[in-house]
């Protein structure tokens, strides 16, 4: 699988990292160059707002799909009660059913 994977991993003619630390694991893993793109936010942006009350807690940031395993997240902070906040844009049957967890 990793001579496959690296052999695949070839073919592109760039590579766009997230973050440095993305950048560097593609050169350590493809020995490839890649540019690095942050994520684009700005705290004026009209479609984000900052609050000035602050509240505690913690939170789960990501695309849902069962294997990134939201659920033992959920789970877990149930058990602890402790406040978690998930975030996502994802819309599919994995969210009804964590929201059945909460």
């Known amino acids: 699988m990793k001579k496959w994977d690296k052999k695949a991993a070839q073919r592109p003619d760039i590579f766009?990292?997230?973050?440095?630390?993305?950048?560097?694991?593609?050169?350590?893993?493809y020995d490839r160059e890649s540019t690095v793109v942050y994520p684009f936010y700005t705290a004026q942006s009209?479609?984000?707002?900052?609050?000035?009350?602050?509240?505690?807690?913690?939170?789960?940031?990501?695309?849902?799909?069962p294997y990134k395993r939201f659920d033992l997240a959920i789970l877990a902070f149930n058990q602890l009660k402790l406040p978690l906040k998930i975030f996502t844009s994802t819309v599919n049957d994995e969210v009804m059913r964590l929201q059945k967890l909460s």
């Open 46 to 65: 009209t479609k984000y707002k900052v609050q000035s009350t602050k509240e505690k807690y913690f939170m789960c940031l990501g695309r849902v799909v």
């Open 16 to 29: 766009i990292a997230n973050s440095q630390n993305t950048q560097e694991r593609i050169k350590k893993y």
